[in-house]
T-cell receptor, first 114, second 116 residues
Framework: AQTVTQSQPEMSVQEAETVTLSCTYD???????LFWYKQPPSRQMILVIR??????QNATENRFSVNFQKAAKSFSLKISDSQLGDAAMYFC???????????FGQGTRLTINP | GAVVSQHPSWVICKSGTSVKIECRSL??????MFWYRQFPKQSLMLMAT?????????EQGVEKDKFLINHASLTLSTLTVTSAHPEDSSFYIC????????????FGPGTRLLVL
């Protein structure tokens, strides 16, 4: 079965602090990408970061980084120096069926406290 | 680069009518386009995958006669909700990729459909 699990429905963090959002998945794909998308109140899906599964080095994009544990099928997102504009729903997404489609996790709503 | 547009952004229609939603890739050729549905406070659920010039592949449980998808060119896919009913009210999002494998999906801004 294709499963992507985000176990934290809601998270909150103080502005300027660090927060980690978790994601676990189950896939039989051997070579794939993993994605974190952000959906602010406008509901536009925005790519935050992606990780190539065959790369051991964790991806980093400015304040956003991932902790990718391939054997454990875990793909967490760390946001450093949180800013008010980071408040949004965050979805992790994993490809299935020959990497032809993405399955999304349930989402984590992130609140930033000033 | 990699911009996807959707039109309309908001549509209200009467029960029993049909509604067409357009999805366009503005600055790239989209090999594959995807249509998602998102209910309030829920995740994105894939409805169908469309490739230019071929029939769409629908996910299990999605009525292909109700949700007609046409991918007439490498930059345009349309979703038509036929004989819409209030339960079809939802947020519909399209996305597009450039290659055969999913490297990155680029999302449109979504269309909010309300059926009265």
């Amino acid at each position: 079965a294709q499963t992507v699990t985000q176990s934290q429905p809601e998270m909150s963090v103080q502005e300027a602090e660090t927060v980690t959002l978790s994601c676990t998945y189950d896939t039989s794909e051997s070579d794939y990408y993993l994605f974190w998308y952000k959906q602010p109140p406008s509901r536009q899906m925005i790519l935050v970061i992606r990780q190539e599964a065959y790369k051991q080095q964790n991806a980093t994009e400015n304040r956003f980084s991932v902790n990718f544990q391939k054997a454990a099928k875990s793909f967490s997102l760390k946001i450093s120096d949180s800013q008010l504009g980071d408040a949004a729903m965050y979805f992790c997404a994993v490809p299935f069926q020959g990497a032809q489609k993405l399955v999304f996790g349930q989402g984590t709503r992130l609140t930033i406290n000033p | 680069g990699a911009v996807v547009s959707q039109h309309p952004s908001w549509v209200i229609c009467k029960s029993g009518t049909s509604v067409k939603i357009e999805c366009r890739s503005l600055d790239f050729q989209a090999t594959t386009m995807f249509w998602y549905r998102q209910f309030p406070k829920q995740s994105l659920m894939l409805m169908a995958t469309s490739n230019e010039g071929s029939k769409a592949t629908y996910e299990q449980g999605v009525e292909k006669d109700k949700f007609l998808i046409n991918h007439a060119s490498l930059t345009l896919s349309t979703l038509t909700v036929t004989s819409a009913h209030p339960e079809d009210s939802s947020f519909y999002i399209c996305s597009a990729t450039q290659g055969a494998q999913i490297e990155t999906q680029y999302f449109g801004p979504g269309t909010r459909l309300l059926v009265l």
